[in-house]
């Protein structure tokens, strides 16, 4: 068993930044792939980013890039999205997850997107964005 637990959440301005964390304990993670989804009042659960442990593989979301960036710490098992120039639209509920299937192969970005790729979810954390 993997647990998740996320943080860093928050009320910002449009235009702010945020850094949420996951920090993840139970099993080692190295050879995961870990995500970033959100989920906005009345809609479905959608990819945001992730990266591979540990090759260091990054995806993103069209919304995402150029703004959001995925990172991990090795010695602390944490996994962080860096959040700059945020919208409105970007408010959500945040939640980590991590996939070990996804891990063993070479995952393309259809396979990274994919809910029901991921074995394990954090809590959720709330990140709202005001105009």
């Known amino acids: 068993q993997v647990q998740l637990v996320e943080s860093g959440g928050g009320l910002v301005q449009a235009g702010g930044s945020l850094r949420l964390s996951c920090a993840a304990s139970g099993r080692t993670v190295s050879n995961y792939v870990m995500g970033w989804f959100r989920q906005a009042p009345g809609k479905e659960r959608a990819f945001v980013s992730a990266?591979?442990?540990?090759?260091?593989?990054?995806y993103y979301a069209g919304s995402a890039k150029g703004r959001f960036t995925v990172s991990t710490d090795n010695a602390k098992n944490t996994v962080y999205l860096q959040m700059n120039s945020l919208k409105p639209e970007d408010t959500a509920v945040y939640y980590c997850a991590a996939a070990n299937g996804l891990g063993i192969l070479t995952p393309t970005t259809a396979q990274v997107m994919t809910v029901s790729q991921y074995d394990y979810w954090g809590q959720g954390t709330q990140v709202t964005v005001s105009s």
């Open positions: 990266v591979h442990w540990s090759r260091g593989t990054t």
